[in-house]
């Protein structure tokens, strides 16, 4: 009977909807947490654990070694998000460094580098952009919260006119693309994300004054909710973002500055939990600061 097959017919072309919207549900969902697909645990044996459904991971430091990952794919410019929960209670000496960068001599990298400390006392979240491998660009802050309490998100917006790293959405530090002065700016190289949790207490805490106390270890790090949706990512020579699918002209992060409340929280944040500036360092820069501390 043609009348029923129409029926049936009309039945399956009302579930294939439906089955399409089920069914990729989890799998669209898993480019903002997945840690499997994006990444891969590369020293540290079992101090790198992917948990929770690949939703969760976590880094751990022993006396014997931390441990470490890094994307499975590399990128040329992006919003890349991630949150991260630091290593709780006494993390003197313990180092957390959070970071993009390219290879060989002439590398470009943006880091987010989080120097542990004794129990009650602030973390220092230290910061740098090294491009065609000069560095000499840091900047630290204490933050506005306790970073070991719970997960924060940290992010990293790099297009070709500039570079923030956010808190919580908040800027804390902008690198402007200032080619124009003779700056180098990265924007050829593709980078890889890096992390890794380390002892630094040759240095970290205080200038390495206060010793990692390896009676509180492990100390573990954790890693959630990774978003790099709006990134283009770069293989053999092509980036996503130029494929006819996905025009470049339509990203609106790829050609994104910071607005005037952008610029007000960056200064608030630059005020109020700046606690060193490379580009207010005249005695270590005899010769005179480095020439992108003069114009911004
Ligand atoms: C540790 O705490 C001290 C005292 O509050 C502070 O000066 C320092 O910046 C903190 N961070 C590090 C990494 O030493």
Redesign the pocket.
């Known amino acids: 009977m043609p009348s029923s097959t129409t029926c049936s017919n009309y039945l399956l072309l009302l579930f294939i909807p439906l089955l399409i919207c089920i069914l990729p549900s989890s799998s669209s969902s898993s480019s903002s947490s997945n840690f499997n697909q994006h990444f891969q645990i590369t020293w540290g044996d079992a101090r790198a654990k992917i948990l929770n459904n690949d939703q969760l991971l976590t880094l751990s430091l022993d006396k014997a070694s931390g441990s470490g990952f890094q994307s499975k794919n590399q990128y040329l410019f992006g919003k890349i998000d991630m949150q991260l929960k630091l290593v709780s209670g006494n993390s003197a000496g313990t180092v957390t460094a959070y970071y993009l960068s390219s290879k060989g001599g002439a590398w470009d990298e943006i880091d987010f580098e989080f ?4 129990s009650g ?4 979240l230290h910061t740098n952009v090294f491009s065609q491998g000069k560095g000499n660009r840091e900047q630290q802050f ?1 933050l506005w919260f306790d970073p070991t309490a719970d997960f924060h998100t940290y992010s990293i917006l790099w297009n070709p006119q500039l570079i923030v790293f956010s808190v919580d959405g908040t800027p804390i530090r902008e690198f402007k693309n200032l080619e124009s002065i003779g700056v180098a700016f990265p924007k050829k190289q593709a980078m890889r994300i890096y992390s890794s949790l380390w002892n630094g207490d040759d240095w ?3 200038g390495g004054l206060i010793k990692t106390d390896w009676s509180k270890a492990p100390f573990t790090a954790s890693y959630r909710n990774f978003n790099a949706d709006n990134a283009c990512i770069w293989n053999s020579g092509k980036s996503s973002c130029t494929s006819s699918k996905s025009p470049a002209s339509s990203a609106s992060w790829l050609s994104q500055e910071l607005d005037s409340t952008g610029q007000q929280r960056l200064r608030w944040v630059q005020k109020n939990y700046m ?1 060193y500036n490379y580009c207010s360092d005249k005695k270590r820069f005899p010769q005179g600061l480095p020439l992108e501390c003069t114009h911004s």
């Open positions: 120097l542990g400390n004794l006392q602030p973390y220092t204490h970290a805490t205080r606690i």
